[in-house]
């Protein structure tokens, strides 16, 4: 498995995790509150920032759907996705703040025009949405600009991200071959647990051997999911962020604050150290430390003397018995002694050495 880069950071197996924020609707046509989720997605220690280049007549036919917003009623489906529109005027600036926030930028494109824009723009790699997973011809045209591509994959069978894996490859140059990585993602909001079916991330790394994430739609309360995708060795994160999740976009309510990203994080880097040890069973040796492991081996049981034993007497199982530390014998050892002759009086509740047994 090779891993990607993005923006000079390397993305895969023995890297740090690499944790996007996205903000999907949630600049609500606002280019303060873009810029401001920018700075919030730095604040909770992501290390990207991740929007969405769309508009509702190129993302969706004008569909009459029962949909309300905000309590009135859409009209159509290209009218829903209007209400989440990015004007792609504001790229230059969201990127410079991005730049300036030392956060990456990304953007998931929806048609021909934003990738144009994004790829002007300068972004280090492409994301591409669950439901776009299937669209060749819009992933043809971004494998041709030669950037690393993150594929979401829910409602996805294994053989549907196989074909766009494979279409990613064939369109792009060998070095877009080799910079491909896909999330395991379920695209409800939120899922039920039993939805999550997280192994899947354990069957896309054997089967298409690439880096392979996790993009969570959980109840922004909840990490579980989130850590266990990592243990499941999903290298890469993302989550919706918000600055109010009664902000009233079709995506705040579902997404997390800046706290709620901010400890997610902070777990992730927490589980990511706890999972980098070599997996060998053996005691942490810290010399640097006041204690470690090893000196704590030292406070394991011994063999002591139940009561007075004189010199000369044999010792018998009921004579001896284990306390904290280890002054003397190993308990494995008991047998060892028992019917042989003490070679010294030995106190009670003394420990009992190879000193004190006779040979």
């Known amino acids: 498995m090779k891993n990607i880069t993005i923006g000079g950071r390397e993305v895969g197996e023995g890297q740090p995790v690499f944790i996007i924020a996205e903000v999907s ?33 190129t993302i969706a036919a004008d569909i009459p759907i029962d949909t309300l917003w905000n309590g009135k009623p859409v009209g159509t489906l290209s009218a829903f996705y209007a209400k989440s529109e990015l004007p792609y005027e504001w790229t230059p600036q969201l990127v410079a703040r991005a730049k300036e926030r030392n956060i990456i930028f990304l953007s998931t494109p929806f048609d021909h025009e ?43 069978y294994l053989d549907e991200v196989k074909h766009a894996v494979e279409v990613i490859r064939q369109a792009g140059n060998e070095q877009i071959a080799e910079q491909i990585a896909v999330l395991h993602c379920v695209s409800l909001y939120p899922p039920q647990p039993e939805d999550l079916n997280l192994k899947a991330i354990e069957t896309m790394r054997r089967e298409l051997a690439i880096p392979i994430g996790y993009s969570d739609h959980s109840a922004p309360s909840s990490n579980a999911a989130t850590l266990g995708a990592v243990a499941l060795g999903a290298c890469i994160i993302e989550r919706h962020i918000t600055d109010s999740q009664e902000g009233g976009s079709n995506d705040d309510k579902n997404s997390m604050t800046v706290a709620q990203f901010k400890a997610m994080v902070a777990e992730v880097r927490f589980l990511s150290s706890a999972l980098s040890g070599s997996g060998v069973k053996a005691p942490v040796v810290a010399p640097d430390r006041a204690t470690d492991e090893m000196s704590e081996r030292g406070t394991r049981r011994s063999l002591y003397a139940a009561c007075e034993i004189k010199a000369g007497e044999t010792l018998t199982e009921d004579m001896v018995l284990t306390l904290r530390p280890m002054r003397g014998i190993e308990p494995k050892d008991l047998q060892t002694i028992v019917g042989k002759k003490a070679s010294r009086a030995i106190p009670a509740r003394s420990p009992i050495t190879k000193e004190d047994i006779a040979v």
Do not use: C, W
Request: proline share 3%; no cysteine.
């Open 25 to 57: 609707a949630n600049h609500r046509g606002k280019i303060e509150t873009a810029l401001s989720a920018i700075d919030a997605a730095a604040e909770a220690g992501a290390d990207a920032v991740k929007f969405q280049h769309l508009t509702g007549t």
């Open 114 to 156: 934003a990738v144009e824009v994004l790829d002007e723009a300068g972004v280090p790699a492409f994301k591409v949405a669950s439901y776009e997973l299937t669209d060749d011809i819009l992933l043809r045209y971004i494998a041709k600009k030669g950037k690393p591509i993150i594929i979401s994959t829910g409602m996805a």
